[in-house]
């Protein structure tokens, strides 16, 4: 591999700000979102919805995301053109094998139902456009600067295997654990495993291809596969 395409993408203070969104999105913006939630419901008796919760939260988690990443994300598009090839063919082998693998996790006996595909249906019942941006275009890009970009990314260089464990496994557990807090049932964690295949072919298309933007376009595909799955059950 051309190691030009893993020279080091983020800079020193991207990183440290990096660091710090993550911790706070994966630990704290959930909870707050929920505890916000709660608040305007019980004092005010103002009930957001599902749908309109998430458009606002994704709104704001996007434009963060942005802003703390800018130069990153105009690095991945110099990477993306300047090995345009390698960047599809990542995209194309992780999207074919993200569907084989997606079939053979779908084979198996769960103990309780994912409660992200009747969510996603109901949001999109509510508002189709704001669930399409938030499904298709927002969560892709957050997701895969964060897991892949700035965990996978900043752990590559030292070492892959460890890359690839970490990113892995911190964005199953991120994808149900707040199933398992909300309803109080650690069941809700096995889901984990129905997101493995998403997560391997979203590392390998980052890995092979070196372009954040290829794994965010993969990302969005299979958001909208699910999405389509979801509204359409």
């Not at 909870?31 to 606002?56: I, N, P, R």
Request: hydrophobic content about 55%; charged content about 10%.
């Amino acid at each position: 591999m051309d190691q030009r395409r893993w020279r080091p993408q983020l800079t020193r203070r991207e990183q440290v700000r990096g660091l710090i969104f993550f911790a706070l999105y994966f630990l704290v913006f959930p909870v707050l979102k929920m505890v916000v939630e709660w608040f305007f419901d019980h004092f005010f008796g103002l009930y957001l919805s599902e749908a309109m919760s998430a458009t606002v939260y994704y709104y704001i988690m996007g434009i963060l995301t942005v802003f703390v990443f800018w130069s990153f994300l105009k690095n991945g598009l110099t990477i993306l053109t300047e090995f345009l090839p390698e960047n599809l063919l990542a995209f194309v082998t992780g999207l074919v094998g993200a569907g084989a693998l997606h079939f053979l996790v779908s084979l198996l006996p769960w103990p309780v139902d994912n409660p992200n595909s009747v969510s996603w249906a109901e949001q999109y019942a509510y508002s189709p456009a704001a669930t399409v941006v938030i499904v298709v275009i927002l969560m892709p890009l957050i997701d895969e600067v964060l897991f892949r970009g700035l965990v996978f990314g900043s752990l590559r260089r030292y070492s892959r295997p460890l890359a690839w464990s970490v990113s892995v496994l911190l964005f199953m557990i991120y994808s149900v654990w707040t199933f398992a807090v909300a309803y109080g049932d650690a069941r809700y964690l096995v889901l984990a495993f129905q997101y493995l295949p998403m997560a391997l072919a979203l590392t390998w298309c980052y890995d092979r291809g070196g372009s954040i933007w290829s794994t965010v376009v993969l990302h969005a595909v299979i958001d909208a596969f699910t999405l389509f799955n979801a509204v359409h059950s």
